[in-house]
């Protein structure tokens, strides 16, 4: 799950709306609308501010499909794993991101303008 995903189970859970959310937070609807669909992804201190409201822990709300591995939910509360370096290194090779940066590594310069030259005519349709 994302965490806009997170976020929507949560406030449901709570019984809240997206307009009491929105208040309680000092935002718009819209605001949150976009963290729930992803269209916007809110930064830590927004993060622990939604938990706060909730009352959750805010690692219920940035545990995603990614980390299960390393966030784990225990009868006594919240247990996060320790990893050794390759392991970490190993979590991080999974993220779309690291995949496409290897990609673009790969390619030769021609290759490589080809990729920034279509980044630079669909983002402003696909921007955040």
């Known amino acids: 799950m994302t965490i806009g995903e997170n ?35 809110p930064k830590m201190n927004m993060i ?9 822990d805010y690692i219920f709300l940035i545990r995603t499909s990614l980390n299960p591995q390393i966030i784990t939910e225990t009868s ?9 370096k390759k392991e970490a290194e190993q979590l991080l090779e999974q993220l779309p991101q690291n995949q496409l940066l290897e990609a673009f590594q790969n390619l030769n310069e021609d290759g490589q303008n080809k990729v920034i030259e279509y980044a630079n005519d669909i983002t402003p349709k696909y921007k955040k």
């Open 7 to 41: 976020i929507k189970r949560e406030r449901k859970q709570k019984g809240l709306t997206q307009e009491e959310l929105a208040k309680k937070l000092g935002v718009s609807v819209m605001t949150v609308r976009r963290f729930e669909t992803d269209a916007r992804e």
């Open 48 to 56: 622990k501010k939604i938990a706060a409201v909730l009352n959750i």
């Open 76 to 84: 006594e509360g919240i247990e996060i794993k320790e990893m050794s």
